[in-house]
């Protein structure tokens, strides 16, 4: 197999991290991992946990979508945390993670690497784009209101959210003057 990132190297079988089974490229340092060997590897050593790493080399992330080393089809690019920018190549066609030279480090660091086959998963992207959106109406809140008010207004709302009587404690609030009769 050639790699897809660089086109320069070719995929050798290796051990990543001495561990499980993988392809590394010979020329830019990426592994081919398929998420079964990887799935394999865990079960047989569930115990084992990934410590972390606090001095990361460099981390490369290609830029642009990567072509699967085995079915030559479109690799999709996965986000991997909401920590980090870096994405993921993975080929649906596979099940096969192209991981960028200092990308393993990088999962450790995150304490990512022992659930890599989650990472690919639907529940998973769907729970970092949940996250990055409570993320992003956090920034917009904070902007306009400031940080003051609105971690007043965060606290707020968890007390009411806790008051049996919440409805009537919110037309209050909304009330322009919840002392004037209607009429």
């Known amino acids: 197999m050639h790699c897809s990132a660089c086109k320069r190297g070719s995929l050798v ?3 990543l991290d001495d561990l499980f089974i993988a392809h590394r490229c010979n020329h830019c340092g990426g592994h081919w991992v398929l998420i079964s060997d990887f799935v394999s590897w865990k079960q047989a050593h569930p115990e084992r946990e990934f410590a972390a790493i606090t001095a990361l080399e460099e981390s490369e992330d290609s830029p642009m979508a990567l072509f699967c080393p ?3 089809t479109l690799m999709r690019k996965l986000k991997i945390s909401t920590d ?3 994405r993921l190549d993975y080929s649906a066609a596979v099940g096969g993670v192209w991981l960028d030279k ?3 480090p990088l999962l ?6 022992s ?3 989650l990472l690919v998963t639907e529940g998973w992207q769907l729970k970092l784009k949940q996250s990055q959106t409570e993320l992003n109406f956090a920034d917009h809140y904070r ?3 400031g940080d003051a008010n609105y971690q007043e207004l965060k606290r707020i709302r968890a007390w009411l959210a806790t008051q049996p009587n919440r409805a ?9 003057d919840p002392y004037r009769i209607k009429g």
């Open 13 to 15: 079988p290796t051990r």
């Open 70 to 72: 085995v079915s030559h």
């Open 84 to 86: 980090t920018e870096h």
């Open 102 to 104: 200092g990308e393993w």
């Open 108 to 113: 450790k660091s995150l304490g990512l690497a």
């Open 115 to 117: 659930c890599l086959n």
């Open 143 to 145: 902007s306009k209101f």
């Open 168 to 176: 009537e404690l919110r037309q209050y609030l909304l009330s322009d």
